[in-house]
């Protein structure tokens, strides 16, 4: 009897042990829903890359990350031609979805500073002179040569010795390129102010303007990109047939489209 009375306790103790060893075995995972959370962003406008806590998660906004453990985590949003956002605590919480929301900021893709001599001859309009301008790649060209088709504007007097900047395509050499001006209405030299211009229209700019150093002028061209343009200097003299030449500088926004200057 006492016998078979230990066997039975034997047996309940190697089933009670193998219980407690299974409940305490550390190689079983828990379920990662409940331990991670997720963050789903959206961006004005979309398709911003993702990155969390440094790495790229391969996805662009609108989208969700998934798998990360709750506490706080950095993130970075990028897309081209608009500023980095980076959100340096962002808050998981176990099984729940963290939304983020955010308005990118444009950002100007600017060309440093050009400087360029445009040359002209008193009194005329002297198409062999490098008096046209390509203002997105800064070469001068004659507006009667064989890179005419590049110019957006060109530098000329006219029969009264009044000098201007006028559009290319009012060259008489049958060049398409029209180009427009618009005078701020605060006048300033300083290139680098960072006002933007105002949005291209029929009504509001010109296709050609005075050589006039007290302000710089907002440039529009055919192709759509957006430019601030100043005039520095002018040399000649006034009499019929003399050279007289301009020397201008200015910034381009390669982003068509864009009137912001802010780099």
């Known amino acids: 009897m006492r016998k078979r009375i230990f066997s039975i ?27 991670t959370g997720s963050i789903y962003v959206t961006t004005t ?8 806590d440094g790495v790229d998660k391969g996805k662009v906004s609108p989208d969700s990350v998934a798998g990360l453990i709750s506490g706080t985590h950095n993130m970075n949003l990028a897309l081209a031609h608009y500023a980095p ?3 340096s605590s962002v808050s998981i919480a176990v099984g729940t979805v963290t ?8 950002k100007a893709t600017l060309s440093d500073s050009l400087t360029q001599t445009l040359y002209g001859t008193y009194g005329t309009v002297d198409s062999l002179q490098s008096n046209g301008l390509d203002l997105y790649s800064g070469d001068t060209v004659s507006i009667n040569g064989a890179n005419k088709n590049k110019a957006d504007l060109f530098f000329f007097s ?22 427009h001006f618009y005078k701020p209405k605060t006048l300033s030299t300083n290139l680098a102010d960072s006002v933007s211009s105002p949005y291209f229209t029929t009504t509001d700019w010109v296709s050609s303007i005075p050589i006039d150093t007290s302000t710089y002028y907002f440039v529009y061209n055919a192709a759509g990109y957006y430019s601030k343009l100043l005039i520095v200097s002018q040399a000649g003299t ?5 050279p007289a030449a301009i020397k201008i500088i200015w910034i381009c926004n ?4 864009d009137v912001t200057f802010i780099k």
């Open 9 to 35: 306790l034997t047996a309940l103790t190697i089933l009670l042990s193998g219980l407690w060893f299974t409940s305490c075995d550390s190689s079983v995972d828990p379920d990662p829903k409940y331990t």
């Open 85 to 87: 956002v980076y959100f």
């Open 99 to 106: 939304k983020i929301d955010t308005i990118l900021t444009r």
């Open 254 to 257: 390669s982003v068509v489209g």
């Open 158 to 179: 006219d029969t009264n010795g009044v000098f201007k900047l006028v559009s290319a395509d009012q060259s008489g050499t049958g060049i398409t390129n029209a180009t």
């Open 45 to 52: 406008p979309p398709g911003a890359r993702i990155w969390v």
């Open 238 to 242: 006034n009499k019929a047939g003399d």
